[in-house]
């Protein structure tokens, strides 16, 4: 079936440092993918998506691009600030479910 | 402004209660979610409903109910079956089959059996 993994966390990193979670997936179709972020006691929020082959999202500085070739939709960001501590959880939409699947959540900590 | 509202934020219960967790949308979604999260943990789905009067078992509904009764609510009853009912529960809507754009959360509700 339909997953996405994550590299596993924490990652700690230092102010102004580069940033790169990993993910990959595995489906059958042509899924959407998502990358969302969880602050501390809150709901997820979506950061950025990517619906085909090649795309590039972007938002607040954090960007992904959809690789189907090797079938990931890393997450980076060229400068982290404090402000971006959170859970970032990668998901799919499964062209089969019609849900989506999320990746387990890696935890980024921003140390000033 | 169009959104997804859980309410209580926080919520205890004692051993043996039963309780509702409440989750509204005003965003027209036709599919509503609820999840469960664990501390360090991930999401893992509890029901889904994608129309109204019509729900679905997710990965871990043992211990829970719902009822869609209308497009806009999705409420969650914890029941006493459920053994371990202490976690941070997230309401999720979204357009039907429309899942390019993904999920709206709500703010979550933390239940505490005390």
């Known amino acids: 079936g339909d997953s996405v993994t994550q590299m596993e966390g924490p990652v700690t990193l230092s102010e102004e440092a580069f940033l790169t979670i990993n993910c990959t997936y595995t489906?059958?179709?042509?899924?959407?993918l998502f990358w969302y972020v969880q602050y501390p006691g809150e709901g997820l929020q979506l950061l950025l998506k990517?619906?085909?082959?090649?795309d590039k999202g972007s938002n607040k500085g954090f960007e992904a691009t959809y690789r189907k070739e090797t079938t990931s939709f890393h997450l980076e960001k060229g400068s982290v600030q404090v402000s971006d501590s959170a859970v970032y959880f990668c998901?799919?939409?499964?062209?089969?479910?019609?849900?989506?699947?999320f990746g387990q959540g890696t935890t980024l900590q921003v140390k000033p | 402004d169009g959104g997804i509202t859980q309410s209580p934020k926080y919520l205890f219960r004692k051993e043996g209660q039963n309780v509702t967790l409440s989750c509204e949308q005003n965003?027209?979604?036709?599919?509503m979610y609820w999840y469960r999260q664990d501390p360090g943990q991930g999401l893992r789905l509890i029901y889904y409903?994608?129309?109204?009067?019509?729900?679905q078992k997710g990965d871990i509904a043992e211990g829970y109910s719902v009822s869609r009764e209308k497009k806009e609510s999705f409420p969650l009853t914890v029941t006493s079956a459920q053994k371990n009912p202490t976690a941070f529960y997230l309401c999720?809507?979204?357009?039907?089959?429309?899942?390019?754009?993904?999920?709206?959360f709500g703010s979550g509700t933390r239940l505490t059996v005390v």
């Open positions: 999720a809507s979204s357009a039907n089959r429309d899942r390019v754009y993904g999920y709206t």
């Open positions: 489906a059958t179709g042509y899924p959407s």
């Open positions: 990517a619906t085909k082959a090649d």
């Open positions: 998901a799919l939409g499964s062209s089969n479910t019609g849900k989506l699947i």
């Open positions: 965003l027209n979604h036709d599919a």
């Open positions: 409903s994608q129309i109204v009067n019509d729900f």
